[in-house]
């Protein structure tokens, strides 16, 4: 069964050091998902991504965050400064069209020190 | 502003018996829910979903209803079996999104 991946499984970096977050969609997906769950809470919003744009983001998405497709086949996530408070659970989904269930990958561990 | 919340924290059920988890969400636009089961350490798993035009849609074991009168939705899971135990989330969107918008979380523990 085709299924989202993502890499690292976990990620350790210090404080205003860049990231980048990497995720495979599954392979005839149109959109792609950003979402993160800080330890503890629920699963938040970040970055829908479709056609090669942003389609929608939230509040969370500042400046510090950007997406990109380099490939056929990545979807990756980068923060260029990370802080304190973005160490989360980072998932990337996807989806087909026109099916709205969004299928999640396992999740990068970002730990910022 | 909008939201989606669970009633309750945690839910613990013996084997199988059968398990209700229930989640109110307030957006009237809502026309699309989803139910996740989310084990630890692992993403969101799809469990099932439901428009809006039903209010009952059945899987493997496990049904969803959705009461669009009072804004409620449950999940309704048969013969729980250990393998059930997780965090079950709730999510909703409304047409002209694909963000989902998340519950809190529901931990159900299947005791032996």
């Known amino acids: 069964e085709p299924e989202v991946t993502q890499t690292p499984s976990h990620q350790v970096t210090q404080m205003g050091q860049e990231v980048i977050l990497r995720c495979v969609p599954i392979?005839?997906?149109?959109?792609f998902y950003w979402y993160r769950q800080i330890l503890g809470q629920k699963v938040e919003f970040l970055v829908s991504?479709?056609?090669?744009?942003?389609?929608?983001k939230s509040e969370i998405f500042d400046d510090q965050f950007s997406v990109e497709r380099p490939d056929g086949s990545n979807f990756t996530l980068k923060i260029r400064s990370t802080k304190l408070e973005d160490s989360a659970m980072y998932f990337c989904?996807?989806?087909?069209?026109?099916?709205?269930?969004?299928?999640f990958g396992p999740g990068t561990r970002l730990t910022v020190t | 502003g909008e939201s989606v919340g669970l009633h309750l924290p945690t839910l613990s059920v013996q084997e199988g018996d059968n398990s209700i988890i229930n989640c109110a969400y307030s957006?009237?636009?809502?026309?699309?829910f989803i139910w996740y089961k989310q084990e630890s350490g692992k993403g969101p798993q799809f469990i099932i979903d439901?428009?809006?035009?039903?209010d009952k849609r059945q899987g493997q074991r496990v049904t969803v209803l959705l009461n669009k009168t009072v804004k409620h939705l449950s999940l309704q899971i048969a013969a729980t079996q250990p393998g059930d135990s997780a965090v079950y989330f709730c999510?909703?969107?409304?047409?002209?999104?694909?963000?989902?918008?998340f519950g809190s979380g529901t931990r159900l523990q299947v005791q032996p």
């Open positions: 989904a996807s989806t087909g069209t026109p099916a709205y269930e969004q299928y």
């Open positions: 957006n009237s636009a809502s026309d699309y």
């Open positions: 392979s005839n997906h149109l959109y």
């Open positions: 991504f479709y056609n090669n744009e942003i389609s929608e």
């Open positions: 999510a909703e969107n409304h047409t002209g999104r694909r963000a989902l918008t």
């Open positions: 439901i428009r809006s035009n039903m």
